[in-house]
């Protein structure tokens, strides 16, 4: 994981729930990369298209509330989002996607100056800095940070206790 990115800015509001990140009706498919192109198809059908690896989105309060299904957040780390800033996460979405291996950031002010398209500037555990202006970020704790740097937390266990399979 990189601990200094920039990347375009897209925009969700507050109370985005699992449903609208993924719909219940695509659950059924076989994979993730099936899945991506209904990422947020109730509330924007053309996000999947459009969106580019390395792209960070910036959404408002609750973000990833609703159910707890894990696809939601397999979904758009799988999408090739860099981060995801939000005001505030449901905490069931949030460990979802860092035992997942999607980053995810907390920032009350950021939301409300951003405009999509945009380019932000991201220190993990630093700062954002957006036209100029910084925002603060918590610091990340050393093992989360790893299991992010491993890509979620079961590939971060297999690593640290050296097996590979399930037997």
Known sequence: MKQHFSGKIWIMGDDIDTDLILPTDYLALSSLDEMIPYVFAPIRP???ALVKPGDILVAGKNFGCGSSR????EVL??????????????????????????????NPFLYDDVSEGDEIVVDVGEKITYKGKEYDLQPIAENVLDILEKGGLVQAMRERTGRYNNG
Do not use: H, V, W
């Open 77 to 106: 780390g799988k999408l090739g989002l860099a981060a995801i800033i939000a005001k505030s996460y449901a905490r069931i979405f949030y460990r979802n996607a860092m035992n997942n291996g999607l980053l995810l950031l907390e």
């Open 46 to 48: 053309d996000f999947a």
């Open 70 to 73: 894990e696809q939601a957040s």
